[in-house]
């Protein structure tokens, strides 16, 4: 086929034009690859040649007030797997399983990590043993995608006997990362999980660093040596207000068989000296993930060891109640200190169409207001409770603080029961269920609807310890905050210290629980509750007290509880023992009997 000259020519320019076009674009294309998104395919290549690896931080150390460790690191161990895939995870868990024991939950809980994080190393054990890892270090050419790295794991070397306030620490959750409050974190690090450890997670929490090691296009390990590295920040250290001598023996008071809580703290500042739980666990089992066996041991413990009785426990005060009676009485202008009532106490006050009976079958006979408090006369404050009326002891009580939390520096705490307005009476009982005569005389002696916390009676007592202004409970040293809570006279407050200081008199409630060279200033309380342990009664009573040393410039204030404790003087001893051991001074009870030794 013949061409005409000129189509020739112009058919050689068209193809010259488009092969320009081409070059053209391609030169753009290279330019842009090579010149102008170089570092970002750069970064790409290294991404899938380097991948990386987390690097956790140490959290911040727990002091005592005296610089006494509570909290602190040591050297653990971690093994994590780089996995492509969830089936070459699956692969390598069952190669590992062959060599080293793994439990279902272990496995399951390593697929569900990749799940959260495919392009973090997924962890296989977060607090490996030595003996592990030296298993998987002789093994370490079977499993090329394996790291194993040492790192900081928290410690608590006083463990039960700390647990009640610091709590301890996890891996986060899946629910803890929908949060806001963890929204910069990523699966795998850990945060506390109670007490001063979730309280304060952003302070001691820190920032991860990370390292890079080098892979192939399987994943697996080829290099770790002379990678970059991000070292990782350590968090600021908390300094608490927790006297860890004052603590360690406040546990051993307590040993294996007793139950209840015990708060010491200073009046005047609000300053939580002491706070324990009994029984309690061990925080260092939850470290690196509890095993089923010891937590389903801690579920099931009839005592609820996981329960903390100090912030959580709600118990009815009893006789410790009668000095808000007391207080509410003498604001109201309703009696004075040496008023007497118009029925003296021979062991029952008949009110209606019953007999409510006295803690002392015998009666007390005709006491002022001051006597009554040292002697937790029941007839006399019967009486007083009608004088008040249930209306103002409810709104009294309220204006007291018994209706609210404390709002102690812990996350676990619950607020104590009290009816905040009468309505309350009607929505649980019905119109006809309840008197308001009835419903007076249980409120006066502290008993029906009320259940205090032992932190909150701590609060409670602080007032009468120093001004009529409560201070809040804190564990980490901070600007100390008090309320006004109560008005009364200089001279009305001395007289009611002097009613306290009567209890541990002789002939008072708790005269056992005298202390040598100082006076010990309280109430003890004997509160009826449903038994929750095995062996125990249906019914029982808690015992309590409350109080404060040296009467007459108080130090400290302690409020114990004992589950099914029987009578107050009980907790009182105990309450005893933990202001000797602050002021230094022995208790009258124990000198007697090393002195007979």
């Known amino acids: 086929m013949n061409f005409h000259p000129n189509d020739v020519v112009r058919r050689a320019r068209v193809t010259v034009f488009i092969g320009a076009a081409i070059m053209l674009v391609l030169m753009v294309a290279f330019f842009r690859t090579q010149i102008m998104r170089y570092r970002q ?42 996995a492509q895939t969830e089936d070459s995870l699956r692969g ?55 790291i194993v790295q040492s790192g900081p794991k928290r410690y608590y070397p006083h463990g039960s006997a700390v647990v009640p306030f610091v709590g301890y620490t996890g891996e986060i959750t899946e629910a803890e990362l929908a949060e806001p409050r963890y929204a910069q974190y990523r699966g795998g690090q850990i ?119 100090a912030v959580q426990g709600s118990y009815p005060p009893g006789s410790t109640w009668k000095l808000a009676t007391a207080i509410l009485a003498l604001q109201e202008d309703v009696i004075t200190t040496d008023a007497r009532m118009p029925q003296q106490c021979n062991g029952f006050y008949y009110f209606g169409d019953r007999a409510w009976a006295c803690w002392e079958k015998a009666g007390h006979g005709n006491l002022t207001l001051v006597e009554a408090i040292a002697q937790s006369c029941n007839v006399y404050f019967y009486q007083l409770g009608l004088k008040l009326g249930l209306s103002r002891l409810v709104v009294g009580g309220v204006q007291l603080g018994f209706a609210r939390k404390t709002d102690i520096d812990l996350p676990e705490e619950t607020r ?15 119109p006809r269920g309840w008197t308001t005569g009835a419903a007076a005389l249980n409120m006066a002696i ?25 201070a809040r409970p ?33 002939g008072g409630t708790a005269a056992s629980a005298a202390l ?3 006076v010990l200033a309280g109430k003890t309380g004997s509160a009826q509750t449903a038994a929750l342990v095995p062996g125990k009664k249906a019914v029982c009573d808690d015992a309590w007290f409350v109080g404060f040393a040296p009467a007459d410039d108080p130090r400290i204030v302690v409020s114990v509880v004992l589950e099914c404790g029987g009578h107050g003087y009980l907790a009182a001893r105990l309450a005893s023992e933990i202001v000797g051991k602050y002021l230094g001074v022995k208790p009258v009870s124990r000198i007697l009997t090393e002195g007979n030794d």
């Open 41 to 82: 395919w750069v970064l790409q290549a290294e991404g899938n040649r380097l991948r990386e690896v987390p690097v956790p931080s140490p959290r911040g150390t727990i002091y005592d007030r005296n610089g006494k460790v509570i909290a602190e690191n040591v050297v653990g161990y971690t093994v994590s797997v780089l």
């Open 92 to 146: 390598t868990l069952g190669r590992l399983a062959s060599k080293v024991p793994l439990s279902p939950t272990q496995l399951d809980l390593a697929v569900r990590r990749f799940r959260r994080a495919p392009n973090r190393p997924t962890m296989i054990f977060s607090d490996a043993s030595f003996r592990v890892v030296s298993v998987l270090e002789e093994h370490r050419v079977d499993f090329p995608s394996l």
């Open 191 to 309: 945060v506390g999980k109670l007490g001063l450890e979730k309280e304060y997670e952003a302070v001691l929490h820190g920032r991860e660093g990370s390292r890079f090691v080098e892979v192939d296009a399987r994943g697996r390990v080829v290099r770790e040596e002379g990678a970059q590295e991000r070292k990782p920040t350590q968090a600021d250290s908390l300094q608490t207000n927790i006297d860890l001598d004052l603590q360690l023996y406040t546990a051993s008071l307590f040993g294996d068989s007793l139950m209840g809580g015990a708060v010491a703290m200073d009046p005047t500042t609000g300053a939580v000296l002491a706070l324990y739980s009994a029984p309690s666990y061990d925080p260092n089992e939850f470290i690196g993930g509890v095993s089923f066996a010891y937590y389903d041991s801690l579920r099931n413990n009839p005592k609820r060891p996981l329960y903390n009785k």
């Open 416 to 430: 104590s029961r009290f009816p905040e307005r009468l309505q309350y009476f009607n929505e649980r009982y019905g």
């Open 446 to 470: 502290g008993q029906g609807d009320n259940a205090q916390t032992v932190i909150n009676m701590a609060r409670f007592y602080s007032a009468l310890a120093t001004d009529g202004m409560a």
């Open 474 to 506: 804190t564990i980490v040293k901070r600007r100390p905050e008090r309320t006004r809570i109560m008005n009364l006279t200089a001279e009305q407050l001395t007289d009611l210290r002097g009613a306290m200081a009567g209890v541990t008199a002789a």
């Open 516 to 518: 040598s060279g100082t």
